[in-house]
């Protein structure tokens, strides 16, 4: 830190006399400055000690002392020195008054030590100063290095926490603790999740003091409980990591060092490459155009260690593209479910492969696993929030997800995910679920708008028949669908003759210009009376 008043009073060439303040000399000064204004403080900056020899000052009159020294307190001066046998022979007893009364340090300058030695002391105890910050941050540096390269990003923020006396936790992209030292830590950095989310939003690369949260606990230290930095971590628009550091008090010079070379070594570990990650996703789309061209043999050997575990057990295949306020942004929505994927998936210690596929994005994940599950999450979040009647962002989603499956089915779970994603876009929902379709009814489907036209169209013409009061074709043509081709129970329930009823399904069929006796017509006019039935 910088040199302080006692480190200048005890300075033997300078020959420093305290007059008063005494017990003010543990302040750091920043600047020894020379003026004879009787009001320097417009030219103040705060931490300054003041050098005068009272050439335009009355240093005999209390009432001016009081207000000179009060003014020069008050601007942050820390303390002042009067050189004697200039003007004065000695420091007049109402300055020595008005410094005590103000609790100003007053120091007397003998003649014979200059202003400009004192000057240079302190210049020099800065330099000093300095240079020893940055040896410690190059050491600083050189150690955050090393532990970084033999034990990790765990190793990283035990020595970070260790350089500024304190602790440091890092966070990943969706938010979430993944590594804190000491191990008390963490629990400290879990309360802080709302605030790196905050920070999160804003553009990277981003940063926040954030205050205390709450008393200690467990062995957590009260006095790193007082102020923390957040920084996030990462070359693109959305961090993919932050870093939480908490410290009892601002950062040194030296810890200021140390936190910078954190910063960059954790972007560097959680960063990967833009060759590697373009490797990556080209071994990745291959697996899955393997998988769905039936090849899951080949596909194994090609994903390898990379992918393998994931095609050894049940998955499921999502598809999702961008809800409607998300189609004209810059593929916001999917690289944030992408962030959300691979880290449930890291969190698990689970295999998932991403594949961008246009402006899709395609994900095979195991069954019941964490990028599963946080997917669900995602997608209850968004329902929750459109639910309260926010406005729709660059975050909307539309998510199909496959029943489970393995490698010889993946074309299956393919098509699966994609018509639930088709039914999601359909019905204004966030995610659908392929079991959830099967294990419904198919005519909650019929109420498509465009399901809705084709039966319109296909029974216009019966309808209009009917409205001339020439038969009941429509109804005739639904009970003997409902009775499958039965004559004589259909003929029941109209009360009509079997033999009407012919008559009636032959003037059908020559206005239609198709026959009943296709399995296909019959089916198309049934699903035509249902999807035009009256609520």
Request: charged share 25%; aromatic share 4%.
């Amino acid at each position: 830190m910088p040199p302080t008043l006692a480190q200048l009073v005890h300075h033997s060439a300078l020959k420093l006399t305290v007059r008063a303040g005494g017990d003010r000399l543990d302040v750091p000064v920043r600047w020894a400055h020379v003026s004879e204004l009787a009001d320097p403080v417009p030219y103040m900056e705060g931490g300054e000690l003041l050098l005068i020899t009272a050439l335009k000052l009355d240093a005999e009159d209390p009432e001016a002392m009081r207000r000179y020294v009060k003014r020069l307190a008050g601007a942050g001066v820390v303390g002042l020195g009067f050189a004697v046998g200039v003007n004065y022979d000695e420091v007049p007893k109402a300055l020595v008054d008005a410094a005590e009364e103000e609790g100003l340090p007053l120091l007397e300058v003998p003649r014979r030590t200059p202003f400009l030695a004192i000057s240079k002391a302190v210049s020099a105890a800065i330099a000093a100063d300095q240079y020893r910050a940055v040896t410690a941050g190059f050491a600083a540096q050189r150690e955050l290095t090393k532990q970084a390269l033999t034990d990790g990003p765990e190793g990283l923020l035990t020595a970070l926490a260790a350089q500024v006396d304190g602790w440091a936790a890092l966070y990943d992209a969706s938010g979430a603790v993944v590594a804190a030292a000491p191990e008390w830590a963490g629990r400290r950095a879990a309360r802080l999740t709302a605030d790196v989310e905050r920070l999160r939003e804003r553009p990277a690369p981003a940063s926040a003091v954030v205050g205390g949260a709450g008393p200690a606990e467990g062995g957590e230290s009260a006095e790193n409980t007082d102020r923390v930095e957040l920084h996030t971590l990462g070359s693109g628009r959305r961090p993919r990591a932050a870093l939480a550091v908490g410290t009892a008090a601002a950062l040194g010079t030296a810890e200021r060092y140390a936190v910078h070379s954190a910063i960059a070594l954790l972007t560097l570990a959680t960063e990967r490459s833009r060759s590697l990650q373009a490797a990556e996703q080209r071994i990745g789309t291959a697996v899955l155009r393997m998988l769905l061209a039936g090849e899951p043999d080949h596909a194994r050997a090609v994903a390898g260690e990379l992918y393998g575990a994931l095609l050894d057990a049940p998955f499921r295949v999502i598809v999702a593209e961008p809800g409607p306020a998300g189609a004209e942004t810059d593929g916001d929505a999917l690289g944030g479910l992408t962030e959300v994927v691979e880290s449930a998936a890291a969190r698990s210690g689970e295999a998932v492969l991403v594949v961008p596929e246009g402006e899709r994005l395609v994900v095979l994940a195991a069954d019941g696993g964490g990028a599963v599950a946080a997917v669900d999450r995602c997608a209850a979040a968004l329902e929750a929030a459109r639910a309260d009647g926010g406005e729709r962002t660059d975050e909307e989603l539309v998510v199909g997800l496959s029943a489970p499956a393995g490698p010889i089915a993946a074309a299956a779970a393919y098509r699966q995910a994609e018509q639930a994603l088709s039914v999601a876009r359909r019905r204004g929902r966030v995610l659908v679920e392929h079991e959830q379709l099967a294990a419904g009814s198919v005519l909650p489907l019929l109420a498509d708008d465009a399901v809705k036209a084709f039966a319109d169209g296909l029974l216009r013409a019966l309808r209009e028949h009917d409205a001339t009061g020439r038969g009941d074709l429509v109804a005739s043509l639904r009970a003997w669908l409902s009775r499958h081709g039965q004559w004589d129970a259909a003929a029941a329930d109209l009360g009509v003759h079997r033999h009407t009823l012919r008559y009636r399904m032959r003037r059908v069929e020559e206005i239609l210009g198709r026959s009943l006796d296709d399995p296909d017509v019959r089916m198309e006019l049934w699903l035509a009376l249902k999807a035009t039935a009256p609520e």
